[in-house]
């Protein structure tokens, strides 16, 4: 069996179309996304994640979500219950942080309870970023706070309940969105903040869980880094602030190539993600001429890309084995004390 592709895809609605088995089984893609086009109903959840491991003949195969909680919720109610948004959870902490910590945990925890009975094994979360005041609405209150030692406990805190479910968590935006005053989903944020700011601020909470193993990246210019690409496609900032720096040795994937802070095509966008060092190029619409175009630059995993993956796809299990209602009544408790 040849090896899987460095990309993660996405698909187009609730059922895999013959186009899209033919494009998966061929290509081989890593892994794929969900997003809320995705998910209708619980049985068919859980027959697309097996559909899409079924294509690539990999039983093992990644399947990630954005279920962050607040407005970032892929699978909604009545699938799932509304979960707070991390700013909610950071409120909590900084009125309690053994509370706070606790929560963060408990929210985690319960979404590998939710996700992993469709068979869904990766969690993009936590959101790592520290907004500075003036800062765009994108990150918002998907971030704990406005302290880097507070983002960075309840980011662990949220890792490791995941964990403790048998699901992996993604960091995001590696090296940090929270200075962004533009939506990258619409343009290209620049951040003229100096090194040793970002230093000091943006990059701490990335540090603490450096041995974690996947991140994604942020569409953002550093100018103090390097002025003229996004961390995304940049090699400077990527092996100099991602490798170097932050001291990050885990699977970088790229945030969405079809996010419009990336310049050209979408096949020159992934031409770019890979070549500038990121390990896997997501792509999420599910928009079949777009993945066409991703699959053409994509390349096999081999190296340390393939090393990372190995590590990841070693790492799943099957978690706890904890009582969900004992979990779930004691989260609402910590809620009802805020």
């Known amino acids: 069996m040849s090896e899987s592709k460095a990309m993660i895809l996405g698909s187009s609605g609730p059922t895999l179309t013959p186009d899209e088995i033919a494009l998966y089984r061929d ?21 697309l994640v097996a559909a899409m491991r ?8 990644p399947v990630l979500i954005d279920q962050e909680g607040g407005r970032v919720q892929r699978i909604r109610p009545p699938m799932i219950e509304r979960y707070p948004s991390a700013a909610v959870l950071g409120e909590l902490y900084r009125q309690d942080r053994d509370n706070g910590l606790r929560a963060a945990w408990l929210m985690s925890r319960l979404h590998a309870f939710d996700l992993m009975k469709f068979g869904i094994n990766v969690d993009c979360l936590p959101v790592l970023d520290v907004p500075v005041e003036g800062a765009s609405n994108v990150i918002g209150d998907r971030a704990y706070g406005y302290d880097p030692q507070a983002v960075a406990e309840m980011g662990k805190a949220a890792a490791e309940g995941l964990r403790a479910g048998g699901m992996l968590p993604v960091m995001k935006h590696m090296p940090g969105h929270g200075r962004g005053m533009a939506d990258s989903h619409h343009e290209l944020p620049v951040v003229t903040a100096s090194r040793a700011e970002l230093e000091a601020h943006d990059f701490l909470p990335f540090i603490a869980m450096k041995d974690e193993l996947m991140a994604m990246s942020a569409h953002i ?11 995304t496609i940049s090699g400077k900032v990527i092996e100099e602030i991602i ?4 001291g990050f040795d885990g699977l970088l994937m790229s945030d969405d190539t ?3 802070a990336l310049k050209g095509t979408i096949g020159e966008r992934a031409a770019r993600i890979v070549g500038g060092g990121c390990d896997i190029v997501l792509h999420c619409n599910g928009v079949m001429e777009e993945m066409k175009a991703v699959v053409k630059e994509a390349i096999p995993l081999a190296g340390e890309a393939l090393r990372r993956t190995k590590a990841v796809e070693a790492a799943f299990g099957p978690g706890d084995g904890a009582d969900e209602d004992v ?3 004691e989260f609402h408790g910590l809620l009802a004390t805020s």
């Open 221 to 231: 210019v550093f100018t103090a880094i390097d002025p003229s690409e996004p961390a």
């Open 327 to 329: 979990i779930r009544a």
């Open 258 to 260: 079809s996010m419009n």
């Open 54 to 61: 079924d294509s690539v003949g990999r039983p093992d195969a």
């Open 27 to 47: 290509e081989r893609p890593w892994g794929f996304i969900l997003f809320a086009r995705n998910c209708i109903e619980p049985a068919q959840i859980t027959d």
């Open 243 to 246: 490798r170097g720096h932050i």
